[in-house]
């Protein structure tokens, strides 16, 4: 089965700095797809950003990119000039060919001003 | 934009009762999903529907909960029972077919319904 890690619970960064968020994940598919969901206070699903595991080259998405490490099996997030309604729950997703998807348990993360 | 649309956004039910979710996916998409999160978990899968019949499940998905998709737009999900730990936000979502072209199709998240069992 899939797993999907995010060791950071918490971060926090002052506006306009630069954050990294870390996903790891363990499959052994070849083809899938990665996500980041942002979920602010108000609890609806964001999409971000995703990437297809066969493209080599990086997502990004304005502020956001990712750096996707398929032989290590990472896929971080990193979110440049922080604005304070980045402030919210993020999390990484994986989904195989099936579509269901498979969350990690999540990273808060604050923008200070 | 498309949007899926959830009602109703907050329910209130008695534990034993039965309650019925409701999405409307985005019209030209193919797959349906529910989620559900405990407050301050992660989200987790509950099932996937596809070509009017359940593609996939987990094991949270156990005989109280069915879903069905009655006309061309609604897509519900029925807990027939419910129980404290019911309680929780349920999202629906919608998407069209994986592919590897490269296209965007789309996985789409409603804003959901928080349920409360009491």
């Known amino acids: 089965a899939q797993t999907v890690t995010q060791s950071q619970p918490e971060m926090s960064v002052q506006e306009a700095e630069t954050v990294t968020l870390s996903c790891t994940y363990d499959?052994?598919?070849?083809?899938?797809?990665l996500f980041w969901y942002k979920q602010p206070p108000s609890r609806q699903m964001i999409l971000v950003i995703r990437q297809e595991a066969y493209k080599q080259q990086n997502a990004t998405e304005n502020r956001f990119s990712v750096n996707f490490q398929k032989a290590a099996k990472s896929f971080s997030l990193k979110i440049s000039d922080s604005q304070l309604g980045d402030t919210a729950m993020y999390f990484c997703a994986f989904m195989k060919l099936s579509p269901s998807l498979v969350f990690g348990k999540g990273t808060r993360l604050s923008v200070i001003a | 934009e498309p949007e899926v649309t959830q009602t109703p956004s907050h329910q209130v039910t008695q534990m034993g009762q039965e309650v019925i979710l409701r999405c409307v996916p985005i019209s030209n998409h193919l797959y349906f999903y529910w989620y559900r999160q405990i407050l301050g978990q992660k989200v987790e899968f509950l099932v996937s529907?596809?070509?009017?019949?359940?593609?996939?499940k987990s094991e949270i998905f156990d005989d109280q909960f069915s879903v069905e998709r009655p006309d061309g737009s609604n897509f519900t999900l029925k807990i027939r029972s419910t129980k404290l730990e019911d309680s929780a936000m349920y999202f629906c979502a919608s998407s069209g077919l994986p592919d590897r072209g490269g296209t965007n199709y789309g996985y789409t998240f409603g804003s959901g319904t928080r349920l409360t069992v009491v």
């Open positions: 499959t052994s598919e070849n083809n899938y797809y």
């Open positions: 529907f596809y070509n009017n019949e359940i593609s996939e």
